[in-house]
């Protein structure tokens, strides 16, 4: 009988203004688990980065996925989401039984998945998923803060902070800001009739 493995998937990226967002799909090995897998958000930095190094090292298979600032705006930011959703799982090493995914919205895979509501924090496999993708995008964005200066991407990872609005009312948007989305169509706007 062939193994039945299960691949978790979660997204980082949805809420800021921009970049990307980034997905992972993970298939965890049963023969070598992994302590303190949880949500990423509740995880301190070094611990998320502790681990996500453990998950690549441990895990039977990852696979990362992404959508640009340009796909989320050609999409929509959850169209865009579930490409790259699906982006992660076709690139997984091993073709999972089962793919469990967080949220309420799962990508068009051929493969039986199931969507979780806060699996990030009670499914292993999606747990390691949050965790992968949110270390990959969080240095990605601190590397845009250096193409990018004076927007404090390495600080707020593009979220909508007060830093970061005060930036986009002084700067107008950047290469990478979602042209989609209110705010940086407003900066632009804005910064055309001054």
Same mark, same amino acid.
């Given at each position: 009988m062939s193994p039945y493995w299960i $691949?978790?998937?979660?997204?980082? %990226? =949805?809420?800021p203004l921009a970049g990307p967002v980034v997905t992972a799909a993970?298939?965890?090995?049963?023969?070598?688990?992994?302590e303190g897998l949880r949500d990423s958000k509740k995880l301190a930095e070094k611990r998320r980065e502790a681990l996500a190094?453990?998950?690549?090292?441990? $895990?039977?298979?990852?696979?990362? %996925? =992404?959508a640009d600032h340009h796909e989320i705006d050609?999409?929509?930011?959850?169209?865009?989401?579930?490409?790259?959703m699906k982006r992660a799982v076709e690139a997984l090493a091993v073709r999972p039984s089962e793919v469990l995914v967080?949220?309420?919205?799962?990508?068009?895979?051929?493969?039986p998945a199931r969507?979780?509501?806060?699996?990030?924090?009670?499914v292993a496999e999606i747990s390691a998923a949050s965790i992968l993708a949110k270390v990959v995008r969080d240095r990605e964005m601190s590397d845009y803060d250096l193409t990018y200066p004076g927007y404090g991407f390495a600080r707020?990872?593009?979220y909508p902070t007060a830093q970061h609005m005060q930036a986009l009312r002084e700067q107008g948007p950047c290469e990478?800001?979602?042209?989609?989305f209110g705010p940086c169509q407003q900066s632009h706007l804005d910064l055309q009739t001054r």
């Open positions: $691949a978790g998937v979660d997204e980082v %990226g =949805r809420g993970v298939i965890l090995d049963p023969e070598r688990p992994i190094e453990e998950i690549r090292d441990k $895990a039977l298979a990852w696979a990362m %996925g =992404r050609q999409l929509n930011i959850l169209q865009a989401s579930l490409l790259a967080d949220g309420n919205r799962l990508p068009t895979i051929d493969i969507a979780i509501i806060g699996g990030d924090d009670s707020h990872k593009g990478i800001h979602r042209m989609s």
